[in-house]
């Protein structure tokens, strides 16, 4: 199970996340100026904001949808691509029934509801500060409920408790599931792991942090099987390997920390689970964890389908249960982690057209890898044709190898901060020394230097520096 859904365990109360941050402090809030920025340029906005929004739902516009598409490529190049003992599978969003009482969903995948007996507002208990409510400040609650988080639907066009199905909470069973299939179609030797990519889905009572707690989001998990008795041995290299990635990826190693869960306060299915911690402006919260969960799970799919999930060695003739090792990341919780990170305000700006105005620039310091858009092309002004000619030549060859952007409007100054805002490593200028020389000038984001090279070379130069650590 994943990150979201150990921190919906009443046992996570260490963390209370300030639903009313957004109230306290506006103007120094950090989250209040990536949640601006982020619609402003086209990563996040509100879904169906046209009819006023739908709580924790959100759409991913044409700059965060490339954003989030380079997360998931460099995690499937980091532990499908690069590694030999990996998988991939993609499988549908509702399994059948049966899974989710095996797998301990439907008794257990509960959080306590409370209801205030003066608003009528619904609240998830372990949330509330000061056990207060957040709409009225009443401090009067009914005795709280288990409510479980599933999304309940029907399978046909008869909606009786025959036809009851759920959207998945979680990528991860249909890996315990598959396991027979994936293990004897690609002939796979223990140790071996099988990874996927998908949205989950989850009625949180507790909704907030902009997209940190949401009832659809995305998870990159593997679910990795190991011989019993190597199984600590593999869980402290799954930590390691996860949090590299992590830092990969361009989060300061200051901004994470670990956090090992007491045994009291594991999940029914977990021998040892560790969370990786990222600290938010709203405070240290999960990012993503990593547990031990034994054999737990190839277990009850083996009681509840009658199907032996079981590994057979050739080597030793042994026949038995693995145990299987879980590191599991949300890809949303990643890339506001991400955003959090790279933002930076500098004072004055960064050109001389903007110290002059005593401006504040916002700049995205993003990693090479998952920048959105890779380079801009600018013409040094738009009222000469031949620039602006000859800039759109240059765009065109870029195209076909990298995210490009073409932006004439404003002055180059101006052009250079917006493109700054969005996290663009690379800066193309077109300018009238281009026209005489054939050569442009390439701006690096991080350290603001400036190149001249060749239009012919630029294609290689540019694949070089995004291949530069």
């Known amino acids: 199970m994943s990150p979201a859904e150990r921190d919906s365990s009443p046992t996570k109360s260490r963390f209370l996340f300030l639903n009313k941050l957004d109230r306290i402090n506006p103007v120094e809030n950090l989250m209040q100026k990536i949640v601006s920025l982020a619609k402003r340029r086209g990563f996040i906005f509100q879904s169906s904001e046209i009819y006023g929004g739908i709580e924790a739902f959100w759409d991913y516009g044409p700059l965060g949808s490339l954003l989030k598409n380079n997360i ?164 402290e290299e799954w930590v390691d390997n996860w949090e590299n990635f992590i830092l990969n990826l361009g989060i300061k190693k200051e901004n994470l920390r670990r956090y090992e869960h007491k045994k009291e306060a594991l999940s029914h299915y977990s021998k040892r689970t560790i969370d990786i911690e990222y600290k938010y402006p709203f405070g240290w919260a999960e990012l993503t964890g990593i547990a031990n969960r034994t054999n737990y799970d190839l277990s009850q799919h083996s009681k509840f389908s009658g199907k032996e999930l079981v590994y057979f060695d050739e080597e030793t003739k042994e026949k038995y249960t693995p145990f299987v090792i879980e590191p599991s990341l949300g890809i949303d919780r990643l890339l506001l982690a991400l955003l959090c990170d790279a933002y930076q305000e500098i004072e004055g700006g960064r050109t001389e057209t903007t110290k002059s105005a005593k401006e504040t620039e916002i700049v995205l310091k993003l990693n090479k890898k998952i920048a959105p858009v890779k380079v801009a ?93």
């Not at 029907?154 to 009786?160: A, H």
């Not at 299939?181 to 889905?201: D, H, N, T, V, Y």
């Not at 765009?395 to 073409?406: G, S, T």
């Not at 805002?421 to 984001?445: Q, S």
Request: glycine share 4%.
């Open 72 to 235: 998931k490529q460099e995690w499937l190049k980091t532990f499908v691509q690069k590694r030999e003992d990996i998988v991939l599978i993609d499988t549908p969003i509702i399994m059948h029934p049966k899974t989710w009482e095996a797998s301990g969903h439907l008794k257990n995948f509960t959080d306590p509801l409370v209801e205030c007996k003066n608003c009528h507002g619904r609240f998830r208990e372990d949330h509330l500060i000061k056990k207060e409510c957040p709409n009225c400040g009443k401090k009067d609650f009914t005795p709280s409920k288990q409510f479980n988080l599933m999304f309940k639907t029907f399978l046909g066009p008869v909606e009786d408790d025959s036809h009851i199905a759920y959207l998945r909470p979680e990528t991860a069973q249909s890996m315990f599931t598959d396991f027979n299939l994936a293990q004897e179609s690609m002939r796979l030797k223990l140790p071996f792991g099988i990874a996927q990519i998908g949205r989950s889905f989850r009625n949180e009572i507790t909704t907030g942090n902009f997209i940190f707690r949401s009832r659809e989001f995305e998870q990159a998990e593997i679910e990795y099987f190991v011989k019993p008795g190597e199984d600590e041995k593999f869980f």
């Open 377 to 469: 092309v600018l013409p040094l002004v738009k009222n000469k044709p031949e620039l602006v000619k000859k800039a759109k030549e240059v765009y065109q060859l870029l195209k076909p190898h990298f995210i490009c952007q073409y932006d004439e409007v404003g002055s180059i100054g101006r052009r250079y901060r917006r493109i700054d805002e969005i996290g663009c490593p690379f800066a193309i200028t077109v300018d009238f020394e281009t026209l005489e020389k054939g050569d442009v000038t390439l701006r690096n984001r991080d350290t603001m230097k400036q190149e001249r090279v060749k239009v012919e070379e630029l294609v290689k130069a540019i694949k070089e520096k995004l291949e530069e650590e």
